[in-house]
Antibody
């Protein structure tokens, strides 16, 4: 059974850097074709893809947010970390991590709501 | 503005069929057979319903089906049931040299 869980702060101040950790089980991020990514959803709005890291450490980012994002993995600890710099109130959203294969998000974490406010 | 275009709403009565469209371009939907569909109930995480245009993950009822023609993909829900009422999002691979992943704006499906 594949599970993923997001962890990190629920409240950050404007201009701060957000660090989120995705801890997963049930699969290995060293398996060919496997990836883990981050997707966010502002309250009442649509899903927005942020970043993706693959088993071979290849990384991709949303072009509109690329300058603010960094994604890394720790295969031995089954964790993927996303950092987003210069947080703004418009970044308030539920942040999900998800398991990717066959160019699809097969399993999702429960999500974590991050509020940006002073 | 989302990269893929979905109708904001769709509806049908129990037992009926409803189809939700997802329109992109030749750089995403039309260029690859990597369209996926997700169901999201209020307050819950999205759930994969269709991948690679028309494949169903284990456990997804065969009432859900997917197809694609040109730059438009479609999700059809047959034999509508009350629990199908949810938001549905499409997504497509968009190539490694472009926006890698794109989502649609979502469709609220109401079971009347």
């Amino acid at each position: 059974q594949i599970t993923l869980k997001e962890s990190g702060p629920t409240l950050v101040k404007p201009t701060q850097t957000l660090t989120l950790t995705c801890t997963f089980s049930g699969f290995s991020l060293s398996t060919s074709g496997v990836g883990v990514g981050w997707i966010r959803q502002p309250p009442g709005k649509a899903l927005e893809w942020l970043a993706l890291i693959y088993w071979d450490d290849d990384k991709s980012y949303s072009p509109t947010l690329k300058s603010r994002l960094t994604i890394t993995k720790d295969t031995s600890r089954n964790q993927v970390v996303l950092t987003m710099t210069n947080m703004d109130p418009v970044d308030t959203a539920t942040y999900y991590c998800a398991h990717r294969r066959s160019s699809s998000w097969f399993s999702w974490g429960q999500g974590t709501l991050v509020t940006v406010s002073s | 503005q989302s990269a893929l275009t979905q109708p904001p709403s769709a509806s049908g009565s129990p037992g009926q069929s409803v189809t939700i469209s997802c329109t992109g371009t030749s750089s995403d939907v039309g260029g690859y057979n990597y369209v996926s569909w997700y169901q999201q109930h209020p307050g819950k995480a999205p759930k994969l319903m269709i991948y690679e245009v028309s494949k169903r993950p284990s456990g997804v009822p065969d009432r859900f089906s997917g197809s694609k023609s040109g730059n438009t993909a479609s999700l059809t829900v047959s034999g509508l049931q009350p629990e199908d009422e949810a938001d549905y999002y499409c997504s497509s691979y968009a190539g490694s040299d472009n926006l890698n992943v794109v989502f649609g704006g979502g469709t609220k499906l109401t079971v009347l």
